[in-house]
Nanobody, 122 residues
Framework: QVQLVESGGGLVQAGGSLRLSCAAS????????MGWFRQAPGKERDFGAA????????TYSDSVKGRFTSSRDNAKNMMYLQMNSLKTEDTAVYYC???????????????WGQGTQVTVSS
C-alpha cells in the first residue's frame, strides 16, 4: 500500500559520508515504522536501522551503531539515513522499508523500495 523510493546512493571513499533518503507516497495504518536494510552480493539482507514515525524511536544494528543516524520528517513523509565514517564493508544495495512495528527482521516489513547502491572504495 506504500510506495517507497530511495535516493542518495553513490560512490564514496572510505571515511566519507552519504545521506540516503526514502520518500513514502503516503502513510497508512500499517506504516508505523521505517527501516533500512542492506544486501551485499552473496550475502543475506541485513538490518541497519529503523525509526518510528510518531515517537522517533530508533534502533540500530551493531555494525552501524555510532556511525549511521536515522531520522524522519513527518510533514514530508521522508526518512533519512546519514552515513558517516563509511567503510568498504558498508558496500551494498540499501533498501528502505515500511512496516507496522519497529523490528529488525525483513519479514516484519510489508513495503519496500527498489534499492540504491552504495559503494565505498578504499
Amino acid at each position: 500500500q506504500v510506495q517507497l523510493v530511495e535516493s542518495g546512493g553513490g560512490l564514496v571513499q572510505a571515511g566519507g559520508s552519504l545521506r540516503l533518503s526514502c520518500a513514502a507516497s503516503r502513510r497508512t495504518f500499517s506504516s508505523y515504522a521505517m527501516g533500512w536494510f542492506r544486501q551485499a552480493p552473496g550475502k543475506e539482507r541485513d538490518f541497519g536501522a529503523a525509526i518510528t514515525w510518531r515517537g522517533g524511536s530508533i534502533t540500530y544494528s551493531d555494525s552501524v551503531k555510532g556511525r549511521f543516524t536515522s531520522s524522519r520528517d513527518n510533514a514530508k513523509n521522508m526518512m533519512y539515513l546519514q552515513m558517516n565514517s563509511l567503510k568498504t564493508e558498508d558496500t551494498a544495495v540499501y533498501y528502505c522499508a515500511s512496516g507496522p512495528r519497529l523490528r529488525i527482521g525483513a519479514d516484519e516489513y510489508d513495503s519496500w523500495g527498489q534499492g540504491t547502491q552504495v559503494t565505498v572504495s578504499s
